[in-house]
């Protein structure tokens, strides 16, 4: 396994992304390392999907216009996989790369799901 890709499943697809380089993004390394991440996560302003994490990661928020694909660390306890752009503050904790607005929607649907982040490739 490469250490600096991560996986995030949702119902039977499953997304590769790599981390970033920060602290957010070891934190989260670590914390995935341990067990794997299951998040309820819910559609905001039809752009994201967020879900709270349950802990505090560090911060290191920087002006980002998001793309379809970036996993972003927002206020240090939610994560948000982003589906369309928005210019905001954000921790940038990883990108899905090679991958669509129309399949993340595909994948993640219009409303709730649970999203699972893993450092171990689902079988």
């Keep these: 396994m490469e250490q600096n890709q991560f996986y995030i499943t949702v119902g039977e697809t499953v997304f590769t992304a790599v981390f970033s380089d920060n602290s957010s993004a070891e934190a989260l390394k670590e914390l995935l390392a341990e067990e794997p991440l299951a998040l309820d996560m819910h ?10 994490i349950g802990s505090t990661l560090p911060r290191n928020d920087e002006q980002i216009t ?6 972003i660390l927002y206020l240090g306890t939610s ?3 982003y ?3 928005n210019s905001w ?3 940038r904790l990883g990108k899905i790369h090679d ?4 399949d993340l929607l595909d994948a993640f649907g219009d409303g709730d799901v649970t999203v ?3 450092v171990e490739e689902p079988y």
């Design 89 to 91: 503050n954000f921790t």
């Design 116 to 118: 699972t982040f893993s």
């Design 79 to 81: 994560i948000t996989i």
């Design 43 to 52: 559609d905001y302003g039809n752009f994201e999907k967020v879900g709270e």
């Design 83 to 85: 589906y369309d752009t």
């Design 99 to 102: 991958v669509t607005k129309e």
């Design 66 to 71: 998001t793309e379809p694909g970036d996993v």
